[in-house]
C-alpha cells in the first residue's frame, strides 16, 4: 500500500452507498443512547468546539445539538451520503460537515475543545493512526465500542464482517490501547443494550412475530442482568456489557511507539 493513511478505494466505495438505504427511526434510537452515554461519561465539563469524527448520518449530533450540549458542532465522515444527511438536518449548532480520507484529519492542533469518535474504531484498519490524529487536535476525546467480544467470536466472522467491524474491543483492551498511545483515563462507562433498542430490532428488523412473551423475556433478562451486575464487581459488568465509552485527556508525554 502506497500511503496506508488513506483509506482504502473499496471501502470508501460502501461507505458512501451505506447511507443510501437509509432507516431512521433505527439510527435515532441507537443514537439517542450514544449521545447520552456521550454527555453521562463527562457529566458536568463544558466544551465550546466539537468534532465528531465518523459521524455517520448525524444520528448522534442531533441529540446533542438538542441538547444544547456544545455551541459549536462539526462533523467528519467518509461517506459523502453520510455528508449530504448530516447537512439536510439543518443543526443548528452546526458549524462544518466535510468528508475526509478517514485518518487525517484536516484540522489545525488543538483546534477543538472535544473530539468524539463513537462506534467507529472497530471499523477502521490503521487504528492508531487515526486516535494520534485524535489527540493531535483535541484536548478531550470521547470514544465509545461496542463489546464484540465473546469466547468463540472467530467462528462468527460474517456476522462481523458484514457490519465493517474487523476490530474486536473489551474495556480491558481498549483501556490498554488508549494508555498505550498517551490518552489519559478521566471517566468511563459500561453499558448494556436498552430493552426497547432490542424489542425494535427484534420485531421490526428481524420481523419476528410480536407478543407478550417475548417481550416479557426481553425486559426479564435485562433486568436480570442490571441487578447481577449491581451486585458484582467490574469484571462481571464488562463481561454483560454491550458497550464501552471512555473519556479521556491528551497527554504532555509521547505515545510509546515512535
Known sequence: MDNPQIINSGVKSAYDNFYQSHNDQWRLLGAR???KNIA?????????????????????????????FAPELYALEIAQSGVDLIEAQKLKSLKSVKTFDGYRIPFADNEFDLVILSHVLEHVEFERMLLRELKRVSKFQIIEVPKDYRYGIDNRMKH????????????????????SEGFIIINDKISMIEPKVTKFNTFINQ?????????????????????ICISSGKKQKEAFSNAYTIFTKTATDIHIFK
Do not use: M
Not at 453521562?40 to 446533542?64: N, T
Open 33 to 35: 443512547y450514544k449521545a
Open 40 to 68: 453521562d461519561v463527562c457529566k458536568g465539563q463544558k466544551f465550546k468546539k466539537v468534532l465528531e469524527v465518523g459521524a455517520g448520518d448525524g444520528s448522534i449530533l442531533k441529540y446533542l445539538d438538542e441538547w444544547n
Open 160 to 179: 462481523f464482517l458484514d457490519y465493517g467491524h474487523i476490530n474486536v474491543y473489551t474495556p480491558t483492551s481498549l483501556r490498554f490501547l488508549l494508555k
Open 207 to 227: 420481523k419476528k412475530t410480536k407478543s407478550i412473551v417475548t417481550s416479557f423475556r426481553i425486559d426479564l433478562e435485562y433486568y436480570i442482568k442490571k441487578i
